[in-house]
C-alpha cells in the first residue's frame, strides 16, 4: 500500500477477502472508538431531568426504541449504504463533500485556478460518472451550476455551511474526550458517598486527560497496535453483559424495537420526551468518524465492521441497560441510571478498567479527526497557518499540531471542571454532534445532482427525509442552550469569524496581487541581465500568482543592485483534490527569453498531500526545471496554456525527473542554503545532472542545463514577500475590522510561509510591501 503517494484506496479494492477483514479488524480502533462508548452516558443524559420516572415501562421501552431506529436510520442507512459512496477518491469528510462541490462547479476557494488543474487524474477519475448519467440527471446537475455559479450568496452559504461542520468537529474534539473520560470514571460513585465522589471524579478525569494529550506528540503508530483489541474487548464486554440482563432481567425487552413505542413515548411525556432526545442522540456520536477516516480504510472494511461488529453490540448492550432498568426503576430509590448500574457488581470494577482504556481511545481518533481537518481547512485557505508534524513516515494520516494540541487540552480542562458532570456535557456534545449531520445532509443533497448526476427528486427526497430526522434532534438539543448547549455554539462562533476572516483576507491579498502584477514589456526593458549585476545562485520568489510577475519582484529589483542568475517565481497551491500524482505535482514555464534564465514554476498540493522537506523539495523542483529545459522543444510533452494577454505566452508542463541524481558530498564549510546547529561539518547534498546523449540536446540547451547545475550548486536564496494589510481609505467598518485587526492580527501570530514549507532560515530574505485592499 502506497499510502504517500495516495493510492491507499485504490489498492485495497484489489485485496483479497483476508486483507478486507484485517481492515475492518483495524477499523475499530480508529473509527468506532467515539461510537462505541456511548452506552456509558446515553440512557443517564436522557433520563437526567426531563422524564419523570413512574411505574411503567412506557419511558424505558420508548427510549430504547428510539435508540435502535436512530442507530438504524442515520449510522446505518444514511452513512453505510448512502455518504460513504460520496468520497472524494478516496476521502471523506465535510471538506470531501465540499471540494467535489467546488470541482463540479465554479465555487472554489481562491481565484488562482488553472485549466491545467482539470487535467489532473483526480479530476478525471470524478468526471468520469458525468459520461453516464441519465439525459434528465445531466440536465438538473447543468442547471443548479449555473444556479450556484451565478449567485455569490448561493456559494458564500455553502462555505458557511463547510465552515459550520467544520467548527463543530473542532468542538466535538473538545466536548468528547471530557464526556468520554468523566463518563467511564463514573462508576466510582457507586462505591462512595455522593459528597465524596464529586471531589474525586473531577481530578481523575482531568489526570487522565493532561495524560492523553500529553502523549500526543509521540502519534498513535507506537500504541496504535492496542486500539482495536481494546475497542473489540469493549464490544465483546458490553455484548456479553447486554446478553445477560436480557436473560436474567427481561426476555421481552426486544418488543420495544418496535416503533410504536417511539410514538407512545411522546404521548406519554410531551415536552419531557421531546427533550429528552438531546440525549438519545449522544448514541450516534461519532457515526460521523466512519465518513471522516474512510480515506485510511475502505468502504468495504468500514461497512462489515459496523454492520457485524458495532451494530449489534451496541443493540445488545442498549437492550441490556433497558432489560435491567425495566425491573429496577421502582426498587432503587436513588435511582441512579448510569451504564454500571446494570453491570454486575462482581465485575464491575474490571469493566470501568476497560472502559476507561476504550474512552482514551475513542478521545484519541477524535483528536487525530481535529488535527487532521485543520490541515485541510489551512491547505484550503480557511485557517491560519499551523505547524503541522508527521508523526510517522509510513502510516498516512498521522499527524499532530502542537498549538492546537495544547488549546483543545486547555479547553477540555475547562469544560469538565466548568461542568462536572455528563448532563450538561452531553448536551453540549450533542448539539455539536447533529449540527454536524446536518450540515452533511445539505451537501449531500448537491453532492446527489451535481456530482452522481442523479434526479433532482432523489435530493429532495433524501434532505427532507433525514433532515426531518435530524432537525427534530436539532431541536431537542439547542433547547438545552442554557444547559450546556451553549458551549459548541460559542466555540463555533469564534471559530467560524476566525476562518472566515482568514479565507477573506487571503482572497483579498490574491486580488492585490493579481491586479498589481507587473507587465511583461517592464522586465523585458530591463534587459538579460535585470539592469544590474546577476551573481551566482538560484533566487527563488515565493508568489501565490500562478501567472504574471508579482510586484513583489519589482519593488525588490528597484532596491537592490544584484539578484541572482536563475530566478524561479515559485508557487505552493492547494488543489481541492485530496492527492496529486507525484508526476502531475510541478508545472515548468518560461519568464521571458531564454537568456534572461527566468522560470515559474507551480506545485500543486492536494489537502491530504504530505508536503515534503526542504532538501527534498529543493532537489525536485531543480530537476523538474531541469526537465523543462530538455524537453522544452516538444509540445506534446506538456500542457499549453496562455496565462497573460497577448504580450505574454507561459508554457506549462508536468514534468518527470529522470534527468538529476543526487549525490552527498561532505564539504570544508557548509553551503550558503544550510542553516548550521553544531560546530560539526554537516554533509552537504548537490545535484549533478546526467545529460542525456541525444543529438536532439543543441548546444544551447546544454549550456543552459550546466549554469542551472552550477546555480544550485552556489546555493540557493528564498525571496519571501512580508505583508502589512491594511484597507482602503473610505472602507466600511465591517472591512476595516477584518482586515486591519482580524486578518493582520491572525498573521502576525501565525506560522510563516518558509515555516509552513520547511524553508532554511539561514536562506530567506523577507521584503515587506504594504497591501491597501
Known amino acids: 500500500m502506497d499510502l504517500e503517494s495516495g493510492h491507499y484506496t485504490r489498492t485495497i479494492k484489489k485485496q483479497s477477502w483476508r486483507s478486507v477483514l484485517m481492515l475492518a479488524y483495524q477499523s475499530l480502533g480508529v473509527v468506532y472508538g467515539d461510537l462505541s462508548i456511548s452506552p456509558l452516558y446515553v440512557y443517564k443524559s436522557t433520563f437526567a431531568d426531563d422524564i419523570e420516572h413512574t411505574e411503567s415501562n412506557d419511558e424505558i421501552y420508548g427510549v430504547l426504541s428510539f435508540v435502535f431506529w436512530t442507530l438504524t436510520l442515520i449510522p446505518l442507512l444514511k452513512y453505510v449504504f448512502i455518504v460513504l459512496r460520496a468520497n472524494d477518491n478516496g476521502e471523506g469528510g465535510t471538506f470531501a463533500l465540499y471540494s467535489l462541490l467546488c470541482r463540479h462547479g465554479s465555487i472554489g476557494f481562491l481565484p488562482s485556478g488553472q485549466l491545467a488543474d482539470e487535467e489532473l487524474s483526480a479530476y478525471k477519475k470524478n468526471d468520469s460518472a458525468a459520461t453516464n448519467a441519465a439525459s434528465s440527471g445531466v440536465s438538473a446537475a447543468s442547471a443548479v451550476r449555473r444556479l450556484l455559479e451565478k449567485h455569490q450568496a448561493l456559494q458564500l452559504t455553502l462555505l458557511i455551511l463547510a465552515l459550520i461542520g467544520t467548527s463543530m468537529v473542532i468542538g466535538d474534539g473538545i466536548l468528547t474526550p471530557a464526556i468520554s473520560v468523566f463518563s467511564a470514571i463514573s462508576g466510582l460513585e457507586l462505591s462512595m458517598s455522593k459528597e465524596h465522589h464529586k471531589y474525586v471524579e473531577v481530578p481523575v478525569a482531568c489526570l487522565i486527560l493532561v495524560c492523553l494529550f500529553a502523549v500526543q506528540h509521540y502519534g498513535t503508530h507506537r500504541l496504535g497496535f492496542l486500539f482495536a483489541p481494546i475497542v473489540l474487548t469493549w464490544l465483546l464486554c458490553i455484548s456479553i453483559i447486554g446478553v445477560y440482563n ?42 460521523e468518524a466512519m465518513y471522516a477516516d474512510l480515506g485510511h480504510f475502505s468502504q468495504l472494511s468500514i461497512k462489515i465492521a459496523f454492520t457485524c461488529v458495532v451494530y449489534p453490540s451496541l443493540l445488545l448492550a442498549y437492550m441490556g441497560q433497558a432489560a435491567y432498568l425495566s425491573q429496577h426503576h421502582i426498587i432503587q430509590t436513588d435511582y441512579r441510571i448510569g451504564f454500571y448500574v446494570s453491570v454486575p457488581e462482581r465485575i464491575r470494577w474490571p469493566v470501568m478498567g476497560i472502559a476507561i482504556l476504550a474512552a482514551v481511545v475513542g478521545s484519541q481518533a477524535v483528536i487525530t479527526g481535529t488535527f487532521s481537518i485543520i490541515k485541510q481547512c489551512s491547505a484550503l485557505g480557511c485557517f491560519p497557518r499551523v505547524k503541522v508534524v508527521h508523526t510517522s513516515s509510513k502510516v498516512h494520516g498521522q499527524i499532530y499540531i502542537p498549538e492546537i494540541n495544547w488549546l483543545l487540552m486547555t479547553l477540555c480542562l475547562a469544560v469538565t471542571i466548568g461542568f462536572r458532570d455528563t448532563k450538561r456535557l452531553g448536551n453540549a456534545s450533542g448539539l455539536a454532534v447533529i449540527t454536524v449531520m446536518l450540515v452533511t445532509t445539505c451537501l449531500m443533497s448537491l453532492v446527489i445532482v451535481l456530482c452522481w448526476h442523479k434526479s433532482i427528486i432523489w435530493a429532495i427526497c433524501f434532505i427532507i427525509f433525514f433532515g426531518f430526522v435530524e432537525v427534530l434532534f436539532f431541536s431537542a438539543a439547542l433547547i438545552k442552550f442554557l444547559e450546556g448547549a451553549w458551549v459548541p455554539i460559542a466555540l463555533s462562533f469564534v471559530l467560524i469569524i476566525i476562518m472566515y476572516t482568514w479565507h477573506y483576507g487571503t482572497i483579498k491579498k ?19 541581465t535585470l539592469g544590474f549585476v546577476r551573481v551566482r545562485g538560484i533566487g527563488l520568489i515565493h508568489t501565490e500568482l500562478v501567472s504574471g510577475i508579482p510586484a513583489l519582484f519589482s519593488h525588490f529589483v528597484t532596491n537592490l543592485p544584484a539578484f541572482h542568475q536563475v530566478v524561479v517565481f515559485l508557487c505552493i497551491k492547494s488543489v481541492p483534490v485530496p492527492f496529486i500524482q507525484p508526476e502531475e505535482r510541478y508545472l515548468v514555464g518560461r519568464v521571458g527569453p531564454k537568456e534572461y534564465r527566468l522560470y515559474r514554476v507551480i506545485v500543486r498540493y492536494g489537502y491530504h498531500d ?96 550546466e549554469e542551472l547545475m552550477e546555480a544550485r550548486e552556489a546555493g540557493m536564496a528564498f525571496i519571501l514577500g512580508h505583508e502589512y494589510m491594511r484597507a482602503k481609505s473610505g472602507s466600511g467598518l465591517v472591512k476595516r475590522l477584518a482586515i486591519n485587526l482580524g486578518y493582520e492580527f491572525l498573521r502576525r501570530n501565525c506560522r510563516g510561509v518558509m515555516y509552513a514549507f520547511s524553508i532554511p532560515h539561514a536562506s530567506t530574505l523577507e521584503v515587506a510591501m504594504i497591501y491597501h485592499v
Request: charged share 30%; aromatic share 10%; net charge negative.
Open 610 to 705: 504530505v508536503q515534503k522537506d526542504d532538501s527534498e523539495f529543493e532537489r525536485d523542483l531543480v530537476c523538474s526545471i531541469a526537465e523543462f529545459i530538455r524537453s522544452e522543444g516538444s509540445e506534446s510533452n506538456g500542457f499549453i496554456e496562455e496565462t497573460e494577454k497577448n504580450d505574454d505566452k507561459l508554457t506549462v508542463v508536468s514534468t518527470g525527473l529522470s534527468i538529476c541524481e543526487e549525490k552527498v558530498e561532505a564539504e570544508d564549510a557548509p553551503g550558503p542554503s544550510r542553516e548550521i546547529h553544531s560546530p560539526l561539518v554537516l554533509p552537504k547534498k548537490k545535484v549533478r545532472f546526467v545529460l542525456p546523449k541525444s543529438p536532439d540536446l543543441n548546444k544551447a540547451t546544454k549550456e543552459e542545463l
Open 510 to 528: 490574491y486580488e492585490f496581487d493579481l491586479e498589481n502584477k507587473v507587465s511583461i514589456n517592464w522586465l523585458l526593458s530591463l534587459g538579460p
Open 246 to 287: 436480557i436473560f436474567y432481567w427481561n426476555r421481552q425487552v426486544y418488543q420495544a424495537l418496535s416503533p410504536y413505542y417511539m410514538f407512545n413515548f411522546l404521548k406519554k411525556t410531551q415536552r419531557g420526551g421531546w427533550m429528552s432526545l438531546g440525549g438519545i442522540l449522544l448514541c450516534i456520536t461519532g457515526s
